[in-house]
């Protein structure tokens, strides 16, 4: 069994930056892919990043050029960096990831959902 535990999420003025962290545990091989999602309210989840393994990074059209996404492999680990954030960011953000376990059965797992609020 594998779990994504994120944190990060807060209040923010529209301008400032945010940190989230998704971290994987449990019984992990590899881990193929890492992105991240968000809903906002009434809206569908949409896709924020991603970074398949070796693959390319892909962001969604309204955070190119603001949100930074990066993973750490030796800790099962991967960080998204917003910032110029803007009112419109206001939403749940998730992680998701595609991990292999060590009988190499893949699993898609997502996190709790941490909530962003840009706000004045």
């Known amino acids: 069994q594998v779990q994504l535990v994120e944190s990060g999420g807060g209040l923010v003025q529209p301008g400032g930056s945010l940190r989230l962290s998704c971290a994987a545990s449990g019984n992990i091989f590899s881990i193929n892919y890492m992105g991240w999602y968000r809903q906002a309210f009434g809206k569908r989840r949409e896709l924020v990043a991603s970074?398949?393994?070796?693959?390319?990074?892909n962001y969604g059209d309204s955070v190119k050029g603001r949100f930074t996404i990066s993973r750490d492999n030796a800790k099962n680990s991967t960080t998204l960096q917003m910032n110029s954030l803007k009112p419109e960011d206001t939403a749940v953000y998730y992680c998701?990831?595609?991990?292999?376990?060590?009988?190499?059965?893949?699993?898609?797992?997502w996190g709790q959902g941490t909530l962003v609020t840009v706000s004045s």
């Open positions: 970074m398949p393994w070796g693959g390319s990074t």
């Open positions: 998701r990831m595609i991990v292999a376990n060590t009988s190499i059965r893949y699993y898609e797992v």
